[in-house]
């Protein structure tokens, strides 16, 4: 019997590929006991406006180098106040706001944690059950991996009992495919390629934003707009 797992660090709000991602494994391993890279995908996300993309960024504090992802902590109390009234500024008049809006606004609400990778897995844990995805998300320091990249993630496999690694494209510069196959592990590869396009609040269409942006467009469209489904 086949059992898929990907590992993949959190992102906040992520776009639809990080989405199809996850409803394509059994598990999904957010992979935050590793390095934190500053200008990346970890505390912020694109919107598209009317003045084209936009970053929408949560402020963290970089106290050292070597920090952890898990390990970063929010530098503004008052960031989610401002993200909200952003996101009801730019959607307030997509076709499904509305349908969201009670439930966004009392998650960025409750957004009183000081750790970033916490405030990343609370919105995707929320985006899935609004999508319908029901794959189990788990932390990588519960695991405790060891070793260098290719073993950590070996080692993962190994200890959810998975026979199947799913990998997005930019790991093909570093995955030893070789040792992956020494212990029976198949490696799959994301294709994030032939996504339809839809009808955006704003042109030119965009898309590598948010997955706000598709539901708060197409609702309960969304998934027909996602590969995974």
């Known amino acids: 019997m086949k059992k898929k797992i990907a590992i993949c660090q959190s992102n906040y709000i992520p776009w639809k590929g990080y989405f199809d991602m996850i409803n394509m494994v059994d598990t999904f391993v957010l992979y935050d006991d590793v390095q934190y890279t500053k200008n990346d995908w970890r505390n912020r996300n694109l919107i598209q406006t009317k003045n084209g993309l936009n970053w929408i960024t949560i402020p ?18 008052n960031w989610n106040v401002k993200h909200w009234k952003t996101l009801e500024a730019v959607y307030g008049r997509a076709p499904f706001f509305n349908n969201y809006k009670k439930e966004f606004k009392e998650l960025y609400e409750s957004c009183n944690t000081s ?43 190994k200890k959810l009992d998975a026979n199947v690694y799913l990998s997005g494209p930019a790991a093909k510069s570093y995955i030893d495919i070789s040792l992956f196959k020494n212990e029976e592990i198949d490696v799959e590869w994301m294709e994030y390629s032939g996504y339809k396009e839809y009808k955006q609040s704003f042109f030119p269409f965009e898309h590598g934003v948010s997955i706000l942006d598709v539901l708060f467009n197409l609702g309960p469209e969304s998934i027909a707009y996602l590969k995974s489904f």
Do not use: M, P
């Open 115 to 157: 750790l970033l990778s916490e405030i990343n897995k609370k919105f995707i844990c929320k985006i899935n059950e609004i999508l319908g995805i029901s794959t189990k998300i788990i932390s990588s320091k519960s695991l405790e991996l060891t070793g260098d990249k290719n073993e950590r993630l070996i080692d993962a496999c």
């Open 60 to 77: 963290v504090k970089q106290k050292k180098l070597d920090q952890l992802i898990n390990e970063t902590e929010i530098a503004q109390k």
